[in-house]
T-cell receptor
Framework: DTGVSQDPRHKITKRGQNVTFRCDPI?????LYWYRQTLGQGPEFLTY????????KSRLLSDRFSAERPKGSFSTLEIQRTEQGDSAMYLC?????????????FGDGTRLSIL | SQKIEQNSEALNIQEGKTATLTCNYT??????LQWYRQDPGRGPVFLLL?????KEKRKERLKVTFDTTLKQSLFHITASQPADSATYLC???????????FGKGTRLSVIA
């Protein structure tokens, strides 16, 4: 169990650019979640997958955001035409199974700064 | 809409004392509630889970209570240590492996 890993850890970009983040979950976990966290707030849900199927998207996820999990393993989150308000920590989490009360295992996030 | 409130943004206590953190929720009937710890620049780490039919859960120096009548969970750290300093997040949850909805968290500082 190597834990959830996210890449990159930090991303600085200019407004209007596109960015893509990657998340590698714990290998046997079939559920993968994306959250966004700003300073002084708890993480806010963005979207989640069961295997390769995207099950739910939050209203926070504008049309500029897209997430994929093509083979049911790693996932990518892309933000197009970045805006100042996109600056945040993007967290990925994974868990096993669809039933029961399974804890989520988080990566250490990608911190995005928009100049 | 559902609302989760953690009683204070910051809590300072003396080393050795018991820290008590509060999580209140409204417009929600969770089947269970999870507590996480988050250190600066890191992702949350799962600590404890308590179900709606459990009054109390313990793990080493940690204790969680869940009162569905008051719609409240209390999180206690006994014999607190400076290493316990972190932000603690509560997440009430429906049954199943659904996305988490977090409170803002309480930043605990244990002073030596």
């Amino acid at each position: 169990d190597t834990g959830v890993s996210q890449d990159p850890r930090h991303k600085i970009t200019k407004r209007g650019q596109n960015v893509t983040f990657r998340c590698d979950p714990i290998s046997e976990h079939n559920r993968l979640y994306w959250y966004r966290q700003t300073l002084g707030q708890g993480p806010e849900f963005l979207t989640y997958f069961q295997n390769e199927a995207q099950l739910e998207k939050s209203r926070l996820l504008s049309d500029r955001f897209s997430a994929e999990r093509p083979k049911g393993s790693f996932s990518t989150l892309e933000i197009q035409r970045t805006e100042q308000g996109d600056s945040a920590m993007y967290l990925c989490a994974s868990s096993q199974g669809s039933q029961g009360a399974q804890p989520q295992h988080f990566g250490d996030g990608t911190r995005l700064s928009i100049l | 809409s559902q609302k989760i409130e953690q009683n204070s943004e910051a809590l300072n206590i003396q080393e050795g004392k018991t820290a008590t953190l509060t999580c209140n929720y409204t417009n929600y009937s969770p089947a269970y509630l999870q507590w996480y710890r988050q250190d600066p620049g890191r992702g949350p780490v799962f600590l404890l889970l308590i179900r709606e039919n459990e009054k109390e859960k313990r793990k080493e120096r940690l204790k969680v209570t869940f009162d569905t009548t008051l719609k409240q969970s209390l999180f206690h750290i006994t014999a607190s240590q400076p290493a316990d300093s972190a932000t603690y997040l509560c997440a009430p949850r429906r049954e199943g492996n659904t996305p988490l909805v977090f409170g803002k968290g309480t930043r605990l500082s244990v002073i030596a």
